[in-house]
């Protein structure tokens, strides 16, 4: 987990890592690295055990989301063939792919992966950081267009006097993160 440390990672699965007496810890570096982790549950668990497994261990985090359940069966079309995917690795490989965009749009996604925990930017910032300047209007077409809240954290992106702008998914979840972030 710690090699991922500063690489700009937006998205953080360990594979066969299902010790929920690790799930504190990755959620900690989670949190502290701006990495949204992927926790790993057992086998065949259910929902009702895993909520109380994550409840028991004291896990409330918006930087970790836990996965569980059996290995499913995947019809590869690209190479022909069909695989056992893991649940944790079926859905970072949905997520990985939900992250396409446009060049600029990845600039902007990665610039707002680069704002801290607990910090904001505008969005003039952000355009300036990604090398244009003068398109804060499409920093914030970037925002709206990003499907993985929290893992390319645009509720991080406010407008120039400080204010909240729009939330893909609610401005009162925008502004329950940012307080969330600040406080920790």
């Given at each position: ?17 299902d ?7 990755q ?5 502290s ?6 926790l790993?549950?057992?086998a065949?668990?259910?929902v009702?055990?895993?909520?109380a497994i ?10 970790a989301k ?6 499913l069966?995947?019809?590869d ?7 056992l ?24 996604w990665?610039a707002l ?11 003039s910032e952000?355009?300036a ?8 209007y499409?920093?914030g077409?970037?925002?709206a267009?990003?499907a993985i ?14 204010t909240?702008?729009?939330f ?12 969330r972030e600040?406080?920790?």
């Amino acid at each position: 987990m710690y090699a991922l440390r500063g690489q700009g990672c937006g998205l953080g699965v360990l594979a066969d890592s299902d010790d929920s007496a690790q799930w504190m810890t990755q959620a900690s570096f989670g949190l502290s690295e701006g990495v949204y982790m992927i926790l790993t549950g057992s086998a065949g668990d259910t929902v009702n055990a895993a909520t109380a497994i994550k409840r028991a261990v004291g896990l409330d985090s918006y930087a970790a989301k836990l996965m569980f359940g059996d290995w499913l069966w995947w019809t590869d079309q690209v190479n022909g063939t069909v695989r056992l995917v893991s649940p944790q690795g079926f859905v970072a490989g949905r997520l990985s792919n939900s992250s396409r965009g446009t060049p600029f749009q990845r600039r902007v996604w990665q610039a707002l992966r680069e704002i801290p925990a607990g910090a904001t930017a505008t969005y003039s910032e952000i355009a300036a950081r990604v090398g244009a300047p003068k398109e804060a209007y499409a920093v914030g077409e970037a925002c709206a267009a990003n499907a993985i809240a929290v893992a390319i954290p645009c509720h991080r992106v406010v407008r120039k006097d400080g204010t909240l702008a729009g939330f893909r998914w609610g401005f009162w979840r925008k502004r329950a993160l940012l307080k969330r972030e600040s406080a920790q």
